[in-house]
């Protein structure tokens, strides 16, 4: 199974600022996703990191308040924008590899003040 | 849109005994992935058990096992001879086929192990 590490772990944040998390694997992987985690919730997708393209946003996710970045196959970084107290979350890396799995990071814990 | 449902929001479990976690989904696809996820306080998530729409058979990993009724469509889990190290939140997630790797989630079920 794929190893994967996101950093930073977490971080309080003031409002208005940015964060970028960072999630690093230790293969090539073809497919990486970032998800959200709000706070007693599921998992919801952002958006697919496209290799050497723009990523694919879910209904609800823009790039001007999520950019991410894709310049391999084994990193991509999110970047949490203009930030609110409503950005506070899990934000998940993931990676699909082989038979349909899907592999998860630790994971970033983000509190905007 | 395909939605996952899980109406348990928590469940508690005595160790060594046996609990089932259900999970219930909406799709008009016929063929089709689906997931348990467990995430414990590290945050976390790994892959307990997948099943194949396409395969009548039950998956079991060890001490789970899935009862799958595509009819109904349930996709209920199973923790037989529960441990300490069990507890977590457990999310169950629905995937298309050809859809990439992309998942929906459910909620997400908190299961409480205790002495």
């Known amino acids: 199974s794929a190893v994967i590490s996101q950093k930073p772990s977490r971080d309080i944040c003031q409002r208005g600022t940015s964060l970028t998390i960072q999630c690093q694997v230790d293969?090539?992987?073809?497919?990486m996703f970032w998800y959200r985690q709000q706070p007693g919730q599921s998992l919801t997708l952002i958006a697919t990191?496209?290799?050497?393209?723009?990523?694919?946003?879910e209904s609800g996710f823009v790039i001007d308040k999520f950019p991410i970045s894709r310049p391999n196959l084994t990193f991509s970084t999110l970047t949490v924008s203009n930030m609110s107290p409503e950005d506070s979350s899990i934000y998940l890396c993931?990676?699909?590899?082989?038979?349909?799995?899907?592999?998860f990071g630790s994971g970033t814990q983000l509190s905007v003040l | 849109a395909q939605t996952v449902t899980q109406s348990q929001p928590e469940m508690s479990v005595q160790e060594a005994e046996t609990v089932t976690l259900s999970c219930t989904y909406d799709t008009s696809e016929s063929d089709y992935y689906l997931f348990w996820y467990k995430q414990p306080p590290s945050r976390q998530m790994i892959l307990v058990i997948r099943?194949?729409?396409?395969?009548?058979q039950n998956a079991t990993e060890n001490r789970f096992s899935v009862n799958f009724q595509k009819a109904a469509k349930s996709f209920s889990l199973k923790i037989s001879d529960s441990q300490l190290g069990d507890a977590a939140m457990y999310f169950c997630a629905y995937r298309r086929v050809n859809s990439g790797y992309a998942l929906n989630f459910g909620k997400g079920t908190s299961l409480l192990v205790t002495p």
């Open positions: 099943q194949e729409a396409y395969k009548q």
């Open positions: 293969s090539q992987v073809t497919m």
């Open positions: 990191a496209n290799q050497g393209s723009e990523a694919t946003y």
């Open positions: 993931s990676v699909g590899q082989g038979t349909e799995k899907l592999f």
